[in-house]
């Protein structure tokens, strides 16, 4: 009897190990639109993803920092994506959201076109940013590659640094 309970705790054991090991293959993403392209961050980097509300302009930032909001106390600036990424501002429509992120202590909200969806993907299927893009300064931390899309994934940290 003691025997039976050894090997059924083992091959417990082998399969927990299996489906951890598993995981560690595996990243996990949120994807959204900007324009016509996707986009994705890492889903730990996210603290909270809100529909738009009213914000407050803030004088002599660059052009894609719309201004602060207040999110239950704490004033965080507000950065629209499209501008950053050299694409005509819109005006924001049913699918605009504002992904607030954190990394460390810098956090920022950001606006998107849409949210897509929480995306799974395996390791093995994340190539290195192009060769064309300086790898020190990018924002692009790789490429995600998906049966029928592309996936560019962001570098969280990148996105909050302060140029302004």
Same mark, same amino acid.
């Given at each position: 009897?003691?025997?039976?309970?050894?090997?059924?705790?083992?091959?417990?054991?082998?399969?927990?190990?299996? !489906?951890?090991?598993?995981? @560690? $293959? %595996?990243?996990?993403? *949120?994807?959204?639109?900007?324009?016509?392209?996707?986009?994705?961050?890492?889903?730990?980097?996210?603290?909270?993803?809100?529909?738009?509300?009213?914000?407050?302009?803030?004088?002599?930032?660059?052009?894609?920092?719309?201004?602060?909001?207040?999110?239950?106390?704490?004033?965080?600036?507000?950065?629209?994506?499209?501008?950053?990424?050299?694409?005509?501002?819109?005006?924001?429509?049913?699918?605009?959201?504002?992904? !607030?992120?954190?990394?460390? @202590? $810098? %956090?920022?909200?950001? *606006?998107?076109?849409?949210?897509?969806?929480?995306?799974?993907?395996?390791?093995?299927?994340?190539?290195?940013?192009?060769?064309?893009?300086?790898?020190?300064?990018?924002?692009?931390?790789?490429?995600?590659?998906?049966?029928?899309?592309?996936?560019?994934?962001?570098?969280?940290?990148?996105?909050?640094?302060?140029?302004?």
């Amino acid at each position: 009897m003691a025997d039976k309970l050894k090997d059924i705790l083992n091959k417990q054991s082998q399969q927990q190990d299996n !489906v951890v090991g598993q995981l @560690d $293959d %595996v990243v996990q993403l *949120v994807g959204f639109m900007i324009g016509d392209e996707e986009y994705a961050v890492p889903i730990l980097s996210i603290q909270e993803i809100i529909k738009p509300f009213t914000w407050t302009r803030v004088p002599q930032v660059p052009k894609y920092v719309l201004g602060v909001f207040n999110l239950r106390g704490a004033v965080i600036p507000l950065i629209d994506l499209r501008t950053k990424f050299g694409l005509p501002s819109k005006k924001h429509g049913e699918d605009t959201r504002f992904i !607030v992120m954190r990394y460390g @202590d $810098d %956090v920022a909200g950001f *606006v998107i076109d849409r949210l897509t969806m929480a995306i799974r993907i395996k390791k093995e299927n994340i190539g290195p940013a192009p060769d064309t893009i300086n790898d020190e300064e990018t924002i692009i931390d790789g490429v995600g590659k998906q049966e029928d899309k592309i996936i560019t994934l962001l570098k969280v940290n990148k996105l909050l640094e302060r140029d302004f």
